[in-house]
């Protein structure tokens, strides 16, 4: 024993070493492919680019500032865990901002986002998110990501169905069939996705001289990416439906500044954003992502610990200076994933645009985004939600799926992760209870 001592310090060491930590942040940036890992950095934009906007139109949110610090943790967050790792806004912060008129505005919603990320802080560095990531089964996770997929699909489709008032967070009338945000162009958008990506990468055990032909045009339907070319589709028409937007542009960053949070936002914070957010950023920021992650790219290796600690350091640095409460998100990664994204470096280019616009344009990028056509940004929801639903299709067993599919319905009627997970935590012990007493 004493021997393999020093062999463990010296590895260890090693291992911590500058030149060993420049290689391994190299290799997490590093492209698996350009083209594919530039239209997976597009799948993230249905969830981020909606509530930005609303919070920016409703509630002054600062978009320069925001958008230079969510770069800066895609740069952060690529570099460390080498996946496409997204960085989304706390939708419950978001929602109670947008639901509560004047009484949570700015303040209200950096505390809210400040203790949320406190919270997540201590429970990462103590272990306990590591704790609670074991003891969690997989047919509730499943269930959290189940739930989350669907909503996310259901919120695409009204995003293509109605014309949305982001301001208000509301739906207005049916979206006209003709015109630069018309139904047809956001089915026709859908098709073009669907054919150039399919429902996704299936291993096949198929002769391969019988295949040869298929498998040559699926290689370069795989070079295609669909996801940017929609998205530059999407920035072309914004400035074709109101030209006169270029004037509205003015260059140069947002001025950044401390918020000052005084003691009633912080109440008001804590109790109408934090205790809504903290069980939706558990399961489906930490236990959700380390789960799926694992999934999707089984030769790494994820920690909740870890996770659980970056996010909660991102809001504790960011809010402070008026940048958008943020988490990780299920739903990204599965988008991301679902258009090409395999690496760190998806992230890294996503991240470094963020800054660059943060910088170069500042706040005053709100007016080209308010013309992006919304159909558009629901035909990447839809597909990262059912990217993220179709995840759960490893419940093999009766009793795995039942839990699954209790705890999913409950979360999307009750609209709440949390009771979702009571519900479909109840269950899974009812039945291995049942299963115990009944032979």
């Known amino acids: 024993m004493d021997s393999e001592n020093p062999q463990t310090f010296e590895t260890q060491a090693e291992t911590s070493s500058p030149t060993n930590i420049v290689q391994k942040v190299r290799r997490n940036l590093s492209f698996k492919s350009k083209w594919a890992e530039l239209n997976g950095a597009m799948g993230d934009l249905g969830t981020y680019i909606p509530i930005v906007l609303a919070l920016t139109l409703a509630k002054d949110l600062n978009l320069g500032t925001t958008l230079i610090f969510t770069g800066l943790y895609n740069i952060v967050t690529g570099a460390i865990y080498g996946v496409p790792m997204p960085v989304q806004p706390m939708k419950s912060i978001a929602a109670a901002a947008l639901s509560n008129g004047s009484g949570f505005d700015i303040p209200e919603i950096m505390a809210a986002g400040v203790c949320t990320g406190a919270i997540l802080l201590v429970l990462g560095a103590t272990g306990l998110m590591q704790m609670v990531y074991k003891l969690i089964p997989l047919s509730v996770v499943r269930g959290i990501q189940l739930s989350q997929g669907l909503a996310f699909a259901m919120s695409a489709v009204k995003y293509i169905r109605k014309v949305q008032d982001f301001s208000k967070s509301k739906s207005m009338g049916n979206r006209q069939w003709l015109g630069l945000d018309g139904l047809v162009l956001a089915l026709f958008c859908a098709c073009f996705i669907t054919v150039v990506n399919g429902a996704g990468q299936e291993r096949h ?14 290689k370069i339907m795989a070079t295609i990416p669909s996801a940017f ?47 809504p957010q903290l069980p939706l950023s558990i399961l489906n920021s930490v236990i959700a992502v380390c789960k799926l992650s694992s999934d999707l790219f089984p030769e790494r290796e994820f920690s909740a610990t870890s996770v659980s600690v970056t996010v909660g350091l991102m809001n504790l640095v960011g809010c402070w200076f008026g940048a958008m409460p943020c988490c990780h998100g299920a739903g990204g990664l599965a988008g991301q994933y679902k258009f090409g994204g395999r690496s760190g470096g998806c992230v890294a280019i996503l991240g470094a645009a963020k800054m660059v616009l943060g910088l170069v344009l500042g706040t005053s990028l709100v007016m080209i985004l308010h013309q992006f056509p919304v159909g558009i940004l629901g035909v990447l929801l839809l597909f990262a939600g059912i990217e993220l639903a179709m995840s759960c299709r490893d419940m093999n067993s009766k009793e795995e799926s039942f839990v699954m599919l209790i705890c999913a319905a409950v979360s999307l009627v009750g609209s709440s992760a949390a009771l979702g997970f009571v519900c479909g935590m109840l269950v899974h012990v009812l039945l291995k209870l049942r299963t115990l007493c009944v032979p």
């Open 205 to 218: 055990n198929v002769d391969e001289e019988r295949n040869i032909r298929r498998k040559r045009m699926r």
């Open 229 to 275: 070319i929609v998205f530059v589709l999407g920035v072309v028409l914004a400035f074709i439906r109101r030209p006169k937007v270029v004037n509205d542009i003015k260059f140069g960053p947002s001025a950044m500044e401390v918020v000052k949070i005084p003691g009633h936002s912080w109440k008001e914070g804590f109790i109408k954003g934090t205790i």
